[in-house]
């Protein structure tokens, strides 16, 4: 197999606001891109492969998954489900999300550090991978899933109730692996004995998170936040991302462009409407109240100009079909292009890989994915899997449905005129 590839004929979004280029190359070399734009000098050995006008853009990021459990298991199927057959379920959910067009993704607790060694080193395929493992979360919190006595959460969050313990728990997980430190600020819409409105971790404890992931490599911090007081107690601690956001005020996106935090808002878990007849009636109605919440306050976090990153809670919404996320943003007034950037390049920014992927540069990993569509036109073209054709990581195809493109080196004089 050869080395270099070039891709021809593609209309490039590369992930930086720039408006497409139409009829552009991209030459990728090993794992890395070489050139962009116009065509480059390529030896014998270069591969060519005719995009015919698709759109070729970065890998995209979801910045908020759990592949540890998914809408069909609830977030106890780990707990309850043989661990061989969780484990290949966790599998095909990665698998499922890669051929979706997401090239990375941060699981914000649930996932053990395995799958990251797993992808990283070839045993499977899946997009490149960052866990928090355990979110941190107080006694009677939104990670407390003790029922009738059993602590039914017990892989996906630690319970810390003072300052020393938080930082005790933050130090275990950046033992365990850790890339990012997960916190509870607010309750949530889950269980049944916790409110979006109730408040999680002290601000002194999520300070003391805070401290102990900037002594170890500045790691970032993750903050469940929905309702308004656990927003503001995130805000001011200075986390680095608000994860949901849902009740944002005027006086938290104040907060949020003052410290720069990233805004991810999960819209695809939040707006997608509650089904009355699976659930008990008030937990029916609290699910409508909030989605409307999130609405309206994400709109505004939107229109303000916060900074807003992608992610999905996928785990709690479905797996596969993340881009579905992008066309919501575009819903509440983004424009397709910013979501697209906040999906590519802001989110690598958020997990720290701004200078490696989220991009279409020369000198960028080659994390890539061609569609058969324009989503500035029409963002919904990133939510149909058919028309995400290819997949590459690395410089690697790991989808291929292009069907035959291949250019052969007598057909490559008049490929490059028509450039
Ligand atoms: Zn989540």
Redesign the pocket.
């Known amino acids: 197999m050869s080395s270099s590839l070039l891709l021809t004929n593609a209309t490039v979004i590369d992930g930086t606001g720039t408006a497409a280029q139409p009829h552009s190359s991209v030459l990728v070399r090993g794992a890395a891109i070489e050139s962009v734009g116009t065509t480059p000098h390529i030896d014998g050995d270069t591969e060519i492969v005719d995009l015919g006008g698709r759109t070729l853009l970065p890998g995209f990021f979801d910045c908020?998954v759990?592949f540890a459990f998914g809408p069909d298991t609830g977030v106890l199927g780990p707990t309850h489900d043989d661990p061989v057959l969780a484990m290949l379920a966790s599998i095909r959910r990665i698998e499922d999300t890669l051929a979706a067009g997401v090239t990375t993704v941060r699981d914000?607790c649930g996932l053990p550090v395995g799958y990251r060694t797993a992808i990283e080193s070839g045993r499977i395929n899946g997009p490149r991978l960052q866990v928090a493992l355990k979110a941190l979360s107080h006694t009677g919190g939104h990670g407390d899933g003790h029922h009738c006595g059993v602590n039914t959460t017990a892989h996906m969050s630690e319970l810390v109730d003072t300052v020393d313990e938080t930082r005790l728990a933050t130090r275990r997980l950046i033992r365990d692996g850790a890339d990012v430190i997960k916190v509870c600020a607010s309750g949530g819409m889950s269980s049944a004995y916790d409110d979006p409105d109730d408040e999680g971790l002290t601000e002194a404890e999520m300070s003391a998170v805070l401290d102990e992931a900037r002594r170890h490599r500045g790691l970032p911090v993750a903050a469940?936040a929905q309702g308004e007081r656990g927003i503001l107690a995130a805000l001011r601690s200075g986390v680095t991302s608000l994860?949901h956001g849902y009740a944002i005020t005027d006086e938290g996106c104040d907060l949020a462009l003052e410290n720069g935090t990233i805004l991810v808002p999960?819209l695809r878990t939040a707006l997608h409407p509650p089904n009355r007849n699976t659930m008990p009636e008030k937990k029916y109605q609290k699910k409508l109240r909030w989605l409307d919440i999130a609405r309206q306050n994400i709109a505004r976090a939107i229109e303000r100009g916060v900074t807003i990153a992608v992610g999905t809670?996928a785990?709690?919404c479905s797996h596969g079909g993340n881009l579905e996320e992008l066309g919501l943003l575009v819903e509440l007034g983004m424009k397709p292009m910013d979501a697209i950037v906040a999906g590519t390049r802001t989110s690598a920014e958020l997990l720290r890989l701004g200078s490696e992927v989220g991009t279409i540069e020369p000198g960028k990993i080659a994390d890539l994915i061609v569609v058969d569509g324009d989503p500035t036109t029409d963002i919904g073209v990133l939510a149909d899997n058919t028309r995400i054709q290819a997949v590459m990581t690395t410089g690697r195809w790991r989808k291929n449905e292009l069907g035959p493109t291949h250019l052969d080196s007598a057909a490559l004089p008049g490929a490059i005129a028509s450039l």
Do not use: Q, S, Y
Request: proline share 0%.
């Open positions: 908020h759990h914000l469940h994860e999960t809670d785990g709690i």
